[in-house]
T-cell receptor, first 114, second 112 residues
Framework: DVKVTQSSRYLVKRTGEKVFLECVQDMDHENMFWYRQDPGLGLRLIYFSYDVKMKEKGDIPEGYSVSREKKERFSLILESASTNQTSMYLC?????????????FGQGTRLTVV | GQQLNQSPQSMFIQEGEDVSMNCTSSSIFNTWLWYKQDPGEGPVLLIALYKAGELTSNGRLTAQFGITRKDSFLNISASIPSDVGIYFCAGQWFQAGTALIFGKGTTLSVSS
């Protein structure tokens, strides 16, 4: 089974802190994604990466950055956390090629910024 | 950003009833996916559809890839309490450097 693991289930951080959310997948997938989920807004794409050191902005990249130094790990960075970044963050991965289109999700990180 | 139109937004049903939800898009897709999310967890893939017109079942769940490639539906037959959760559709135009686009979800409540 594909396993996507997010480093924390729950995080509480203070306004202005630099926050790192880590995601690791064990299936050698090329593509990795970060989404945030808010009530009534569904899943919104923050950033994604289709290869090591490659990144693409999603729909809501402002206030975030990402890092992909190794294929299995994709980090989301909140440079200076703000209260409006309180949310559920979901990491996903997907293989490359025409037959590997399903994305698999981690368990989510619920971040509260106070 | 682009999103799919998923309806209904929420449903309150009795155990044993059938459920139907759908997604529409202004873009055509190569793939339609349906996910379920339990409270406090990440979404889990239920069904994947790859061909226009394709009808696929997974137990009590049936999903179809619309002929126009711009829509999909999910049916759940004989609902049970553990069907409670949020159901998301997702579409994808498969090419390098593209990401899944999600609907806003359908929240299903089942009373016994």
């Amino acid at each position: 089974d594909v396993k996507v693991t997010q480093s924390s289930r729950y995080l509480v951080k203070r306004t202005g802190e630099k926050v790192f959310l880590e995601c690791v997948q064990d299936m050698d997938h090329e593509n990795m994604f970060w989404y945030r989920q808010d009530p009534g807004l569904g899943l919104r794409l923050i950033y994604f990466s289709y290869d090591v050191k490659m990144k693409e902005k999603g729909d809501i990249p402002e206030g975030y950055s990402v890092s992909r130094e190794k294929k299995e790990r994709f980090s989301l960075i909140l440079e200076s956390a703000s209260t409006n970044q309180t949310s559920m963050y979901l990491c996903a991965s997907r293989g490359g090629g025409l037959m590997n289109t399903e994305a698999f999700f981690g368990q989510g990180t619920r971040l509260t910024v106070v | 950003g682009q999103q799919l139109n998923q309806s209904p937004q929420s449903m309150f049903i009795q155990e044993g009833e059938d459920v139907s939800m759908n997604c529409t898009s202004s873009s055509i897709f190569n793939t339609w996916l349906w996910y379920k999310q339990d409270p406090g967890e990440g979404p889990v893939l239920l069904i994947a559809l790859y061909k226009a017109g394709e009808l696929t079942s997974n137990g009590r769940l049936t999903a179809q890839f619309g002929i126009t490639r711009k829509d999909s539906f999910l049916n759940i037959s004989a609902s049970i309490p553990s069907d409670v959760g949020i159901y998301f559709c997702a579409g994808q135009w498969f090419q390098a450097g593209t990401a899944l686009i999600f609907g806003k979800g359908t929240t299903l409540s089942v009373s016994s």
